[in-house]
């Protein structure tokens, strides 16, 4: 998520004429590099004079996050300083605990999204909350944890998830056991998902999954593809997309239409309840129907008298954004690690047939073995494996890496997930266990706290997801009724999936399956 910080503020002729000039060059050098010998035996990338470490890094692209966690992994303080090219700032990666405690909360104000960022992402997430920073982020996020404490909002969102399970997700998942048909279980979760949120964030339903067939609809494709072509945008090493979004080429042009039919369908949700929300107020003088809990989210953004149109339609974008991706690739991994630890699969079945009413927040958060093992999952495959910050002062972090203004601090929670340091010998093994205790008093078993630092799968501090206990519902929701009448078997024997991160970590090519009706 890096660009050229020298570049920000300059005029746009000179930004282009630097990129024609500079990029060619480095170009060159990398593409000569990777003619030339392997890297080193050591895990450490080697660094040049003038163009630092971005040979190892362009060599690297495709496995950065694992090739990140082994650097990492060779650290003593678990933390590594890339050295880039003379252009840019180098870039601290960190998979310290102590280190993610100061970057998120301790000195949380030196330690925002930044210029680069909001730069990279401002055509699809305009000033949504995850594109903003100090006083825009702190109304959003007021605002927003107001509206997801409510009863009322909890009650609705319960009955939109047992919807789409009882309407959707377990009519497809039948129509294929019978017809022994292959899903591809990423996209029917992803759709799952996209329909959840949007009717969740405004009230609209998409029918992005339906139990005929998968249709590709505008509004859902639009959207898939932003988030494709935005995320590459933050992967790259130079930002040569800055000149394709100048002269409409290629996939900023693709982006930029997308992009507008987004907001275009997005504006047309808004215009249309604030409509319907007057049409009800002019006939009641009373908020009970706001507090009835039948409301969508945006009809309690704007009933609580936030109006502005170009607002509601960027808080709406990012909450489809953070609702559709994050619930279905927890799930994607979670379903591949059950097949592969069947004995896991049998006590999550069991805890599922002792609690056979899961109608509310209260009876679905007594699935502790289910949560455990979602835990345990997202330990291995988070669904957003790293997260970036922007410097905004001279810093030195806890275990003494020096940080200077301008640099981005990254925090990898793919590479935290992996480390012996911090979660022992057996870090290897998928073991919902360890994070359960039994209660000597009751005989119970509870989940155990663990410091979210070391574990920032739902981010911590300030910024910690609002959302957290809502996706904890919605997941276990789906492994209730997908365990109880089915078994997911991947299509291909000894199935090997590559994890890699787009703006989450997904699994790819996708996940086909074949589902069997459960007859014990």
Known sequence: MQSLNLLQNLPISI??????LIVPFLLLLLLAARNG????SSAQPKSYPLIGMEIARHRNTS????????ILKSTPTLTFTFRRSFLFPSLIVTANPANVRHILKTSFNSYQKGPVFRTVFYDFLGHGIFNADGENWKFQRQVASHEFTTKSLRKFILTVVDAELRGRLKPLLTAAAEQSSVLDLQDVLQRFAFDNICQIAFGYDPAYLSPDDLPQTEFAVAFEHSALLTSLRSLAIFPTWRLKKILRLGSEKELSNDVASIRELARKIVREKKAELQKRLSLSSSQAAVDSGDEDLLSRF???GHSDEDFMVDIVISFILAGRDTTSVALTWFFWLLYKHPQVEAEILNEVVEKSDLNSFEEARDMTYAHAALYESMRFYPPVPTDGK???QDDVLPDGTVVKKGMSVTYHP???????????????EFKPERWLQRDETTGKVRLVNV???????FQAGPRICLGKDMAFLQMK?????????FKVIPVVEGFAPEFIAQLTGKMKGGFPVRVEKRTT
């Open 302 to 304: 704007l009933s609580s």
């Open 63 to 70: 496995n950065r996050l694992q090739w990140t966690t082994q």
């Open 37 to 40: 010998s392997s890297s080193s």
């Open 390 to 392: 922007h410097a905004m």
């Open 15 to 20: 930004t282009t004429l630097l990129l024609l």
């Open 451 to 457: 410091d979210s630092y070391k574990y920032p799968v």
């Open 414 to 428: 793919y590479a935290m997930g992996r480390m012996e340091e911090l979660w022992g010998a057996d870090w290897e």
């Open 477 to 485: 929701r789906v492994v209730a009724a997908v365990l109880s009448d």
